[in-house]
């Protein structure tokens, strides 16, 4: 059996590779890793999950030197995924990597030559590309994950017009014959891995669970409790999440085994990862399958299975419904307490022209739409900025929105959220000052209900222009108040 080192991996990746359970002789080591290693461009054809990537991506990131570039195309939903692997392979290197998830500080990055490799959405990378952060004919390596989910193939002519003839180009896909034309045009002479999937599916059947990825952990959990098997066998490509695995299916639960190669047979098969066709005939052999299906895999489960049955966890309908019933006892306390009495005086006319259940729902969903589902401690006003938010009630954004893309993009604590205004055309946020510059600068560019805001701190009441209903600043007096 080779070594890692006769494959052309660096020492500080293949420990990594070893300790996720990744052999020189594997299927998808031998021939992925050195390939890439060497500089040649390839095609491997995998399932949709950057977990099949790894070999080749540890070829890549070996050959690459401190300011030599790569940059590392995938979808918006694997974003964080992704981030994981490359820092996970780049831990014991030189190579400075780093996740897009805005523009500003790989802006800067890039501009100081401060950055090797960028991980980076699609429309993240383009727009870099416009503000000539990014520029293609520095490039020795680009990775595209999965294009035919990342737009059609005159989308990406901007990135790959200007790569240099001798940039590597390493192509994933699970549906080859999608992307035919791109490899064509933009990567030939790539060596081809990974046999093409008929378009025929297995005859199955198999359960199916939709999940996101960041919960595909506690999906796995809930599955497990929900089905309660008397024998249980989770299947993963590798062993990256099986720490994580451990701490919701405790190992002192013998009836459930966690591997990476041919499973035993058991009442259930769960497939963490989704598996290869040939690894999906012996999962099949082995006992009921069920397969977890994160956002951007659903095409491919249906090329595997052409019977699939889903199956409807409780735990996010349960969590729907307390907080639906937390609203109504709110509600309800009010309405005991007489809170509402100084209100009829604003609501009588209304009850005359409409009926009262419509005026109801209508106050509901503007108040829903008013403030967090959950609210933040306030922060100290005394050490607060306000942000401006490019985006307001005519595009549709509500305060969960902005609460959602701070504290699950930008990783901010909740409790660090002040106060929300929302304006037709804008917002306002309240944050730490300390933070609001930096977190500004990450908020511009990210998209929210499909619009790409621009962000940045406000500096105070402006006079807007007469008739400008978008400007911030403090809101004209109206005339005709009475």
Do not use: C
């Not at 590392?72 to 190579?95: C, F, H, K």
């Not at 401060?114 to 004919?137: F, K, N, P, W």
């Not at 193939?153 to 390493?170: G, N, Y």
């Not at 108040?367 to 900025?385: F, L, V, Y």
């Amino acid at each position: 059996m080779p070594s890692f080192e006769e494959l052309h991996i660096q020492s500080s990746i293949a420990a990594t590779l070893e300790q996720r359970g990744w052999t020189p002789d594997a299927p998808g080591v031998k021939d992925a890793a050195p390939t890439a290693a060497r500089g040649h461009n390839l095609v491997s054809v995998t399932p949709p999950l950057p977990v099949y990537a790894t070999p080749a991506l540890a070829g890549m990131l070996s050959r690459l030197e401190p300011g030599k570039r790569a940059l590392i195309v995938v979808p918006s939903v694997q974003l964080d995924e992704w981030g994981a692997l490359v820092y996970a392979l780049t831990r014991g290197s030189a190579l400075r990597a780093q996740v897009a998830r805005g523009t500003a500080r790989a802006m800067r990055r890039l501009r100081s030559d401060a950055l090797d490799v960028l991980i980076a959405t699609l429309d993240t990378a383009q727009l870099l590309l416009t503000r000539s952060a990014l520029r293609m004919e520095t490039l020795d390596a680009l990775l595209l994950a999965w294009p035919e989910l990342l737009a059609d193939e005159d989308s990406m002519m901007p990135l790959m017009q200007d790569l240099p003839r001798d940039a590597q180009r390493i192509v994933y896909t699970a549906d080859p014959a999608r992307v035919t034309g791109l490899v064509d045009r933009y990567a030939r002479k790539a060596l081809t891995i990974g046999a093409p999937q008929p378009d025929a599916a297995l005859a199955g059947p198999v359960r199916t669970v939709s999940t996101s990825w960041a919960a595909r952990v506690q999906a796995l959990a809930e599955t497990l409790e929900l089905l309660d098997p008397a024998s249980a066998v989770v299947w993963t490509a590798d062993r990256s999440h099986h720490d994580a695995i451990l701490r919701v299916v405790p190992a002192q639960q013998p009836e459930v085994q966690l591997i990476t190669g041919d499973a035993p047979p058991a009442d259930i098969i769960v497939a963490f990862d989704l598996p290869p066709r040939e690894r999906l005939s012996q999962l099949l052999e082995s006992g009921e399958l069920v397969l977890l299906v994160p956002p951007g895999t659903e095409g491919y489960a249906a090329r595997l299975a052409s019977i699939r049955r889903p199956l409807q966890l409780p735990g996010p309908l349960d969590a729907a419904r307390s907080e639906e019933a937390l609203q109504r006892s709110l509600i309800q306390q009010a309405i005991e307490a007489a809170q509402g009495r100084r209100a009829l005086l604003t609501l009588a006319p209304l009850f005359e022209r409409y009926d009262a259940t419509s005026v109801a729902a209508a106050l509901f969903e503007l108040w829903r739409g008013s403030a967090p589902a959950e609210t933040p401690a306030r922060a100290d006003s005394a050490g607060t900025a306000k942000v401006y938010v490019g985006a307001g009630k005519k595009d549709g954004v509500n305060a969960n929105d902005l609460v959602a893309v701070l504290t699950k993009e930008l990783r901010v604590d909740r409790t660090k959220i002040g106060r929300i205004e929302l304006r037709d055309a804008y917002s306002l946020i309240e944050l730490p000052a300390q933070e609001a510059e930096a977190l500004a600068g990450q908020l511009n560019g990210t998209t929210i209900r499909r619009k790409r805001v621009t962000a940045r701190v406000d500096r105070g009441p402006s006079r807007p222009a007469r008739g400008d209903a978008g400007a911030p600043g403090r809101p004209a007096r109206r005339a005709d108040r009475r």
